[in-house]
């Protein structure tokens, strides 16, 4: 069992392996990565304040936090809303632990085709393999300002893109 802290968070990896998540582990394409946990429960100092992801993996910049559902019943059990409060922890965490991009997406097995829950990606466990995952930034300042820049540049205000594109790279640099 691996324990890993960044105040105020917890991430724990539970040692058991759920027969039913191994055509998940098959599926992933580890190139890009320098590391990978599996079975990983997230923790905010209270109890209540608990997320267990099937998969995280990472390189120097970037993480994805990765939910598997065995089946479509599965996958309908899950609120919308629950998805996207999953998803905000996750970009917490990643910020916590110092990355610049993150992106928090639900596979699921029988799925027919790419779909949107909330916000949060969802694929078919078929696809995982050829999946390249869109990261977001952790910083929502810089999410903010890069919509400000494309809505800018369509009115030819060139000299405020420069300006929001300095403020962009100032709040990147702050982050690191």
């Known amino acids: 069992m691996i324990e890993i802290h960044s105040n105020p968070y917890t991430l724990t990896t539970r040692p058991d392996t759920q027969e039913s998540e191994e055509p998940l582990r098959e599926r992933l394409d580890l190139r890009w990565v320098n590391g990978c946990l599996f079975n990983v429960m997230a923790q905010k100092r209270t109890p209540q304040a608990r997320v267990e992801y099937d998969a995280v993996l990472w390189n120097s910049r970037s993480i994805l936090f990765i939910e598997y559902k065995d089946s479509l019943t599965a996958h309908r059990r899950m ?61 929502r300042e810089v999410e903010y300002i890069d919509k400000l820049i494309e809505k800018h540049r369509k009115t030819a205000d060139d000299e405020l893109v420069k300006e929001l594109e300095k403020l962009r790279t100032m709040i990147q640099e702050r982050g690191r």
């Open 79 to 139: 609120p919308a809303k629950r998805a996207q409060q999953v998803s905000d922890f996750a970009r917490n965490i990643a910020k916590t632990l110092g990355f610049r991009e993150y992106n928090y997406i639900i596979v699921v097995n029988g799925l027919e085709s790419r779909t949107v829950k909330n916000g949060v990606p969802v694929i078919p466990l078929d696809e995982l393999e050829r999946y390249q995952p869109e990261f977001q930034p952790t910083q």
